[in-house]
């Protein structure tokens, strides 16, 4: 059964699954408050995948983290799958990737990406299938009796996307989660989330760096600025659902880009 | 054979021996020593220095040099048992040199590869074992050599002698101190700690208020409390058992408090992504990320449960247990029996320690300290 369906608008056209507006969110600091994002109206639809851009502080990741109920907005609305972020949160809507894997050293791979299936009550017999098939899915069969801590960096993040994809939410929240990572592996990494984007029809919300790896992966791309955080640009990506790796060498590939990077900057000159 | 190639040991020990040589007899009267164990006694060093300098295995040579140290300090503490305190320069020379005969065999050991793991695990026993029985050896040679008062420090032949003779009476304090009072005290104490932990954890209002008090049961003192229990619970053990929860209770309480806190922000979202309970939580994630924390204080409270069982045992307790054993022996100048139970107790602590300490390395594999970076 598909959550969005049951969530349909007043008005009858399809649903988002995220529907933000005049969403803000306020920290209280010792230094007094901070706006981390500021009237924020953003609709994500299904099957999209929307990567968010932007310098340090202009509140990509707190958005995100809005989204899993992991901060509370303190102005406008926020709903996922037409539900509140709270009751998303506990109906299980979304996997979530951080920027680190995040594995518990103690458990093995295979009982890493079983972990929220343990903790959801799935059978014993479902859970092996669901760790055999996710493994499989990012790769990394055969490594199932390995610990975290015997594993490359790449393959860690590797583990830790199996993870947020074994309870199979139709929602895959990614928070820089190939930062920490090299170019090679990077781009490696990439082509196989489109591949797993396009297999699994699954809604993707991707904050990043990195304006190639935005616009290659992206069918939306969110530019946003700080001080305070708010959304200063949306671009439509006009590239083809299949991309291969060389597509960024492409005319329009670049013409993206550029609007990308002329976005971030007319962000910026609001410090200078 | 080239000199260059014996040891600093073999050169020293050379050294030793000729002024050892020089300076005989052993003793100031000779009855005890014969020429013969004298003579025999230097043709041993002799021979190790010789041996150390021969093209052989280093197994060989290190086996060679085992009996020529021991030999020649069984001979030494052979003869001078009998005329304690009449040791000469040339007996203390000569122990010397064959302790530094007994470094080089250790040396020689370490220095072994060995692709057999049973005697690899041999080889790692017996390094640490001939470095304590060296231990051994000096204090019985020095004690009996110097004549130092049996009252002030009885040489460990004697002290042996008196554990073998007193197995039964050793037995039974063990028992009553041991396997009643540290035990019971150790159990109910850790695991009182461990569940108030998760209770101030749990509950803000217990936090706040618990921790200090908490704070305040560890600050007070054992000798203090001890007659008190006596009085609350009793002459037999329950009373040590008391002393003893009251000594290991705060260990494990700040321990946990602190490993419940060790699991990173990140772990703690990944688990609230998931909509987990409490419990599922704590049971998954924070508690196996405690458990570092959990075993230090295990081991910690492991050595602090021996103490305070023994030293409540002061106060008044049946005619039986450490404690009580030490105090009254003590009064009675059987100082052997004293050191015979502490000696009982330093291998019991060890054993103690041990046993969490390998349950602990099986437990927390994963962790950086144990898995080595």
């Known amino acids: 059964m598909n959550p969005t369906q049951q969530y349909k608008r007043a008005d009858g056209t399809q649903s988002a699954v995220i529907a933000a507006s005049g969403l803000g969110l306020t920290f209280q600091t010792n230094d007094g408050p901070v706006q981390a994002l500021s009237n924020v109206d953003l609709t994500i639809g299904k099957g999209e995948f929307v990567s968010f851009i932007g310098p340090s502080g202009c509140g990509k990741t707190t958005f995100l983290r809005a989204i899993a109920d992991l901060e509370k907005p303190t102005a406008g609305t926020l709903t996922v799958n037409g539900m509140t972020p709270e009751q998303a949160r506990e109906a299980r809507a979304y996997g979530y990737v951080f920027q680190a894997a995040a594995l518990l050293p103690w458990r093995t791979i295979e009982r890493n990406v079983g972990l929220p299936l343990e903790i959801m009550g799935n059978t014993k017999a479902d859970q092996q299938a669901r760790i055999k098939r996710t493994l499989d899915m990012v790769n990394l069969t055969g490594f199932e009796k390995k610990y975290p801590w015997q594993l490359s960096g790449g393959m860690q993040q590797r583990a830790s996307i199996a993870r947020a994809l074994a309870f199979d939410a139709d929602l895959l929240l990614m928070d820089e989660p190939f930062g920490a990572l090299d170019e090679i592996v990077r781009d490696h990494l990439n082509e196989q989330l489109l591949e797993l984007w396009a297999r699994t029809n699954k809604t993707i919300c991707f904050v990043t760096h990195s304006i190639p790896e935005a616009v290659y992966l992206s069918t939306r791309i969110v530019v946003m600025s700080p001080r305070p955080g708010r959304v200063t640009d949306v671009i439509e990506s006009t590239l083809p659902r299949e991309r291969p790796l060389d597509i960024r060498e492409t005319p329009e590939f670049l013409s993206i880009a550029a609007r990308v990077r002329d976005g971030l900057r007319a962000g910026h000159s609001y410090d200078d | 054979m080239t000199f260059a190639a ?14 050892a040589a020089i300076t005989l007899p052993f003793t100031t009267n000779s009855t005890g020593f014969n020429s013969t164990s004298a003579v025999i006694t230097l043709a041993l060093l002799i021979a190790a220095i010789i041996i150390d300098g021969l093209r052989l295995g280093n197994a060989l040579k290190a086996v060679l040099l085992f009996i020529a140290a021991h030999g020649a300090a069984w001979l030494l503490i052979s003869g001078i048992a009998g005329q304690e305190g009449t040791a000469k320069l040339s007996f203390y020379l000569a122990i010397a040199a064959a302790w530094l005969i007994a470094w080089r065999c250790v040396t020689l050991l370490s220095g072994l590869r060995v692709k057999n793991r049973s005697v ?47 197995l039964p009476v050793l037995g039974a304090d063990v028992r009553q101190t041991i396997f009643k009072s540290v035990f019971v005290g150790y159990v109910i104490g850790c695991a009182a700690g461990f569940v108030t932990a998760i209770l101030a954890d749990r509950v803000p209002f217990l936090r706040k208020g618990l921790l200090p008090i908490g704070n ?158």
């Open chain 2, 120 to 166: 690899d695990t041999a080889l790692r026993i017996l390094i640490p074992a001939i470095f304590g029985a060296w231990i051994l050896i000096i204090w019985e040679a020095l004690v009996r050599g110097a004549g130092i008062p049996f009252i002030l420090l009885p040489p460990p032949a004697a002290i042996g002698q008196r554990i073998a003779n007193s």
């Open chain 2, 216 to 373: 305040m049961v560890s600050a007070l003192p054992i000798i203090g409390v001890a007659p008190i229990m006596v009085m609350w619970f009793g002459f037999d053990w329950p009373s040590k058992a008391a002393v003893v929860v009251i000594m290991t209770f705060f260990p494990m309480l700040v321990n946990t408090v602190a490993g419940l806190a060790a699991s990173s922000h990140m772990e703690r979202d990944l688990m609230r992504t998931y909509a987990s309970g409490y419990w599922q939580t704590l049971w998954k994630l924070r508690l196996p990320a405690a458990a570092p924390f959990i075993f230090n204080a295990l081991k910690i409270n492991s050595t602090l449960a021996l103490i305070g069982a023994i030293v409540a045992e002061f106060f008044g307790t049946p005619v039986v247990g450490m404690g009580f054993r030490i105090s009254t022996e003590v009064g009675r100048m059987n100082i052997d029996m004293v050191w015979a139970e502490i000696a009982v107790a330093a291998v019991v602590g060890s054993v103690f320690y041990g046993v969490i300490a390998l349950i602990e390395r099986a437990t927390t594999f994963w962790h950086p300290s144990i898995r080595g970076g």
């Open chain 2, 6 to 19: 014996r040891s600093w040991q073999a050169w020293i020990v050379l050294l030793l021996t000729i002024v």
